[in-house]
């Protein structure tokens, strides 16, 4: 008997839309998240443990190439892959992946306790980076988990696993 697709989809064009409309209204802070707040190690690191939560074997791939390529360490690297928080991440990165992981695990649904707690560890602007960067691999893994599906639904399960 085969496995059932298990990876997190798009259940329709109305929850892809949603995650579009996110990114457009919040755009004016893209820029400033990817220059200014957050470095590329930091961002990598939220990627990468989103992207376990997710599944997507895309953008598994290339994250761990980008990670690498700002930095971050092998062992680090290896320990995110395996769905953990590294140990020798950066202390002050630690409460964003713990929460990354808590906010794809809910769906990107975080009760309004935890956004604030996120604000209240690295203030407003640092917090608005996170969760504009947070959403965007949101939809690249779960466009790529929905490419998957295809591929499994046509192939009758034996591809896009």
Known sequence: ???????????????????????IKRRSIIR?????????????????????????????????SEAIQVGITDTELAELLAGQIPTDAPEEEIP?????RYWAESGAQPVPEKVQDLIDVYGEDTAAA???VLPMIRIGNLMGNTADYILYRLTFG???V
């Open 1 to 23: 008997m085969k496995n059932k697709f298990q990876k997190r989809t798009y259940q329709g064009l109305g929850e892809v839309w949603g995650d579009f409309r996110n990114i």
């Open 32 to 64: 400033r998240a990817m220059r200014e707040l957050l470095s590329p190690a930091f961002r990598e690191r939220q990627m990468l443990v989103v992207t376990e939560v997710n599944g997507c074997r895309y953008c598994r791939t290339f994250h761990a």
């Open 96 to 100: 964003t992946m713990i929460y990354a």
């Open 130 to 132: 996170i969760h504009i």
């Open 158 to 160: 034996r591809a896009g």
